[in-house]
């Protein structure tokens, strides 16, 4: 039996990453993904927690559904892309035909080998890290699994301090940057995406090689929209809500800049420095509001 270093009854750390110890899932257990098959043809989809995951999720299964349509399958978006560190095993080791699309929050140290070595191709979205804190937060009184923040200050330090869900997002992006020569990735924004989902779902496409048509190209657009995915019960993860896993939608605003509503002014200038910090040699940069 594998002893885990609790961070808390709800999280617990393993090589820098915090997982829910409620899911289930043991060091053994996360040890042995890196040994899955990988075929060349996979797609991974790799995220910070609330960076965007389910959106782009949305965009992926859309755009293989409109280049494979002979592999349109009815099952819900959380079942066609199997979450690797999930504890959906069964899900996650039903045959499929390739091309095949994963999810992860996993460390580059922590992936399957074969992601690397087989070139699969890697799309990794990033959100502005301020937004993400703010969708944690709800995040963690939605999902059932994470213990419920005492409050708004509690959770930002503990986001600043990587002792959130998933560790530290400055570690996360970071790796990901460093590692980016070893992978065939591809990193896109959140925001980019607000800004011009069109643009992005092309560009997705040419990194994908899938040649869609611009008829194909819109239905992708329209079937990834904040307003379709609300009602879209194969996307949008409400049967979790049934299921009593999470207590609210996942589908909360979907914008840029909310974080403004809930930060005090003395915490954004903690963010900024902790930003500077963490980040300054790094030549990334993240759009912080767009004004509506
Ligand atoms: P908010 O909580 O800020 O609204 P993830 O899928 O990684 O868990 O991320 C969830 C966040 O993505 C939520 O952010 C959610 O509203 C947002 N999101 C999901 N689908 C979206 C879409 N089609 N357009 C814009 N934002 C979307």
Redesign the pocket.
Known sequence: MDSLDLLSPYLFRYKGKNFAVKEGLKPKDLDALQHVEVHPSDIYLI????????????ILVKIMDAAHPDQVEEATNRIRVPWLEGSTVDNFLRERPDPRLYRTHLSPNMLPHGVKTKRTKVVY?M?NPK??L???Y??AHSWVMLETPKSFEDFFQDFLDGKAFMGSWFDHVREYYNEKDQMDILFVK?ED??KD?RGEVVKLCAFLEKALTDEAIDHVVEM???????TDPS???KDLIEKQRYQK???????AG?WKNFFTVAQNELFDRVFTERMNNLPLSFTWEIKQ
């Open positions: 995220t910070y927690p609330k960076s965007g995951t389910i959106w782009m999720q949305q979205v959100r937004d993400v703010v969708s944690l709800h995040f959140y995406m607000l989902v990834s929209t904040f307003k379709h995915m609300k996307a949008n993860y939608e996942t589908m909360r605003k979907g914008v909310d």
